[in-house]
């Protein structure tokens, strides 16, 4: 089976920018998550969406960040505008009820 | 945000021999998870755990998840240069369902040939 798919892998763009990623999950997969990765650290969860509700963004800045997962498969992550903090790798996994998360391969975001 | 406590932080070893890493917290898990992760890829996982006290090996590794619910270790035995990597435990609080995973900070893997 196809695994998480992640565009773009990378993406350089000037502070106060905005920027967006993409995540398709495993087919099958209600559950979506949006994980934030800083150098030399774990993931973070940023926000989960069960189906195309998010239950879980207490972690998600939202004075800047956004996403959405319309009709449930598909999720975008968006910044805006974008800060030198943001830089760090954007970590997309799916799990299915009681499974274990899949993660995708993530876009390194670099912030000037 | 809340993250376990890895160690150790990174591994210099020679090929074939031994590895243990482990992870604890100051709450109780109901699941631990062990991921990999190569550079510029995301976590792989490479084993669960479901129950305190239950040992579950994945070909060389083996991994235990603790007694008490807040430790899990992973042993890595006869390594090899494909072993190189950074290991991340993972834990899940409540219920059954992954709702969301606290990570520790990670064990950076050396293997010398």
């Known amino acids: 089976e196809a695994g998480v798919v992640q565009s773009p892998r990378y993406k350089i763009i000037e502070k106060k920018q905005p920027v967006a990623f993409w995540c398709n999950p495993i087919?099958?997969?209600?559950?979506l998550y949006w994980y934030l990765q800083n150098l030399g650290q774990g993931p973070e969860l940023l926000i989960r969406?069960?189906?195309?509700?998010?239950?879980?963004d207490s972690q998600l800045p939202k004075d800047r960040f956004s996403a959405e997962r319309l009709k449930g498969v598909d999720s975008t992550l968006k910044i805006q505008p974008a800060e030198l903090g943001d830089s760090a790798v954007y970590l997309c996994?799916?799990?299915?009820?009681?499974?274990?998360?899949?993660f995708g391969n993530g876009t390194r975001l670099t912030v000037t | 945000g809340q993250q376990l406590n890895q160690s150790p932080q990174s591994m210099f070893i020679q090929e074939g021999e031994d590895v243990s890493m482990n992870c604890t917290s100051s709450?109780?898990?109901?699941?631990w998870l062990w991921y990999k992760q190569d550079p510029g890829e995301g976590p792989v996982l490479l084993i669960a755990?479901?129950?305190?006290?239950e040992l579950t090996s994945n070909g060389r590794l083996t991994a235990q998840f603790g007694i008490t619910r807040k430790d899990s270790f992973l042993n890595i035995s006869a390594s090899i240069p494909s072993d190189v990597g950074i290991y991340f435990c993972?834990?899940?609080?409540?219920?059954?369902?992954?709702?969301?995973?606290?990570f520790g900070q990670g064990t950076i893997l050396t293997v010398h040939p």
């Open positions: 993972a834990g899940q609080a409540g219920g059954t369902s992954y709702g969301k995973l606290t």
């Open positions: 969406y069960e189906n195309e509700e998010a239950v879980d």
């Open positions: 996994a799916s799990s299915t009820n009681n499974s274990p998360l899949h």
């Open positions: 087919s099958g997969h209600n559950t």
């Open positions: 755990l479901y129950k305190a006290g």
């Open positions: 709450s109780i898990f109901n699941t």
